[in-house]
């Protein structure tokens, strides 16, 4: 009798302790009152100026050139080593003025050589550099003996090589231009032939112009050897003369692809006979990236309220587009700033809230003080934006500090 006194106790007090635990269940599930009402506040400082100076010249640059390892390209040799003349010996020769030129610059380079041909057996372009390797500061003794002796094989006379500098190019830097190319650092191609490239289709084309985001920072250059002035005009293959006895053609689908990849307006084709000495120095002196894009360093500006400054002077507006997606400055081609030309960029700031405010509860201060609400010399509310604007005497200085406190609906 006493256990089952006890044990029914126990069930009573197990069903209070559940009831009260219940009701603390209900209790807290139900909203509270509110001891305080929540202040929005967004804080903003103003920087709506950015200068820039366009670069002079390179500092990094990643060199891609392909060469033709065709018959013709060897001027008939089977050993470069035993024709001093032969255009592959006259390539390799020019490597020393091309780096040294380089190191005048001050230019952190990389160069990569390509086998910009295909042999007739396999019918398939090359995916790496030639012997693997990439050429930097370190260049010499070894190195230089191996690349010699790679570019010595060209042009085998009994081993056909069809012309496909633009598919090797491609082939490269799909299997190695994670490794080789650097993000900061500019791609300069250049292709080396004396004949013209029937191999490459638009897909590879637009793969190489693919590799570089910003189209400034990919620069495409040409080189038609053997055939000498107006070495692109027509298909066809030259008459007369020594340098012209090997099958060598002009190279219009060369030039095609060179002006395709790179569409910027400047001369990109040189048709030399083997002088290379002096065409790889002006590559290493003359191309540099002279960008047309310039990024707003604030997000969210007042498109109407951009100006643009170069050396001091207003840009009419037709020369550049804002680019919302990049909140960037885009100017035409022909319109970017000359080397070492100073920008300025000034605009509003929109001031988007992280919230919606009501109205009547919005104080606005810039570095402490009240600013009235005006459409005049205050602030103003964009209902439609989520933002304020502000007007007349009453807009931020550069490196002023804005902050916006407010309610929501809910808490008004």
Known sequence: ?????????????????????????????????????????????????????????????????????????????????????????????????????????????????????????????????????????????????????????????????????????????????????????????????????????????????????DASYLSVRSVLTGIGANCYTDNMVPTGGNDNAYGEKYGTRVVTATNFIDPSGTPKTACILNNFASIMDNVARTISRQTKRFKLQVPNPDVSSIKVYVNGSLVPSTDYDYMSATNEIVFEDAKKPDPEAQLRLEYDQNYVLSSTPTLQTMVVTVDGSVISQSSSNGWSYDSAKNRIQFHGSAKPANGSKVQVTYRTGSGA
């Open 1 to 213: 009798m006493s256990t089952y006194i006890k044990f029914q106790d126990l069930g009573k007090r197990a069903l209070g302790a559940a009831a009260i635990t219940s009701l603390l269940v209900f209790a807290s599930a139900c909203s509270q009152p509110e001891s305080f009402i929540k202040n929005n506040v967004d804080n903003f400082t103003i920087d709506t100026v950015d200068s820039y100076t366009q670069a002079k010249s390179l500092l990094q640059a990643d060199y891609l050139i392909s060469v033709d390892f065709s018959w013709s390209m060897s001027g008939g040799c089977t050993n470069n080593t035993n024709c001093p003349d032969a255009k592959t010996a006259k390539l390799f020769d020019s490597l020393d003025t091309f780096t040294n030129a380089l190191v005048s610059k001050g230019i952190d380079y990389r160069i990569g050589l390509v086998r910009g041909s295909k042999q007739s057996t396999t019918n398939t372009a090359d995916s790496d550099f030639i012997s693997g390797l990439v050429i930097d500061s370190t260049f010499s003794g070894s190195l230089k003996d191996l690349v010699r002796a790679r570019l010595g094989a060209v042009g085998k006379p009994l081993e056909g090589n069809r012309t496909a500098v633009v598919e090797a190019t491609n082939k490269v830097l799909m299997n190695r231009g994670s490794e080789f190319l650097r993000d900061a650092a500019q791609l300069v191609v250049l292709f080396i032939t004396d004949n013209d490239d029937e191999e490459y289709t638009a897909a590879q084309m637009s793969q190489i112009r693919a590799m570089k985001s």
